[in-house]
């Protein structure tokens, strides 16, 4: 097995894939890259973290349609401006659909959803039609950065452990090695659940967790 401190970019990360599997094919077909991609679509789903957090206290909203930012993985709290802030709620786009027959056309937004855009990136979608300019105050929660278009990102270097075992349990399982996957899976989910209760601990400290408030 690789020694995961020295996992320190998306290169070394597939060096070592390839170095613990052993298999010519997995360079040769391109397998550890594919199997990364598979490995991030699941850190994604799994991984919660402070690090994952943005705002953007400056969005506009003075269209129907907004384009969201191109890492959103999540809305955790949408507000706008005003005085007092206003909180909107999240609608399914089925429901906003719904709700835009029997609601005023323009006005302050208080509904909001999230569509596909005409060129696959995901818009937010506002109820009332903005009828001026307002100030958005979003909080999300971001995509970990792609290491196929970066070199590392923040979860490889806090954490090349989890990153290596993610990516080890798609090639074993590229490579129908149920039993060798299945033993990754259970280091998998050990190193996950002790970095998820970190980052739990770094969000709120350690007193109990309450009920996030709505801006303002």
Known sequence: MA???????????????????????ISDEGVSAMVI?????RLNREVVHPKRYKS??????????EDAPTDLYTVKRFGLNTSPVQHMEYLTPEEMFEKRQSIASSGRPIYYSITGGTTGTQQFEFLPSPSSAYTGLLLYMALIPDLAANATNWLLDDHPDLYLQAAIIEAHLWAQDMEQATLWEGRYQRTLKSINIAGTREAHGSTPIARAKSFG
């Open 3 to 25: 020694n995961t401190a020295i996992i320190t970019s998306y290169t070394l990360l597939k060096n070592a894939i390839e170095d613990h599997m052993n298999r010519s094919d």
């Open 37 to 41: 991609d598979l490995a991030e679509a």
């Open 56 to 65: 953007n206290l400056t969005f506009t909203v003075d269209s129907q349609y």
